[in-house]
Nanobody, 122 residues
Framework: QVQLVESGGGLVQAGGSLRLSCAAAGSIFNSNAMGWYRQAPGKQRELVASITSAGNTKYTASVKDRFSISRDNATNTVYLQMSSLKPEDTAVYYC????????????????WGQGTQVTVSS
């Protein structure tokens, strides 16, 4: 049963924008934080942005002020708006459901989408 489905990836020139979407099953979305990860070839998967069920957001330093995560609780969808894209943003982007630890750190649960490719040309 597919529970997270990403869309919106593609090829874009440096400086351009893309918006990724992730449609989630309600049972996963409603009570969990959501995150976007990315994995570039030969690199580890990294957390790019996260949002709590209350809408609090965090970003990794390399995307802060360029990316924006949001969630629509009415449609169980989480978005990643990406602007001023750079070639180093090229990766497969994954949607994830997770939790926030007592120290405020996002950690992933075992719910992943299939990934969507983002390629930024120079």
């Amino acid at each position: 049963q597919v529970q997270l489905v990403e869309s919106g990836g593609g090829l874009v020139q440096a400086g351009g924008s893309l918006r990724l979407s992730c449609a989630a099953a309600g049972s996963i979305f409603n009570s969990n934080a959501m995150g976007w990860y990315r994995q570039a070839p030969g690199k580890q998967r990294e957390l790019v942005a996260s949002i709590t069920s209350a809408g609090n957001t965090k970003y990794t330093a390399s995307v802060k002020d360029r990316f924006s995560i949001s969630r629509d609780n009415a449609t169980n969808t989480v978005y990643l708006q990406m602007s001023s894209l750079k070639p180093e943003d090229t990766a497969v982007y994954y949607c994830n459901a997770g939790r926030i630890s007592s120290s405020g750190t996002y950690y992933s649960l075992a719910y992943w989408g299939q990934g969507t490719q983002v390629t930024v040309s120079s």
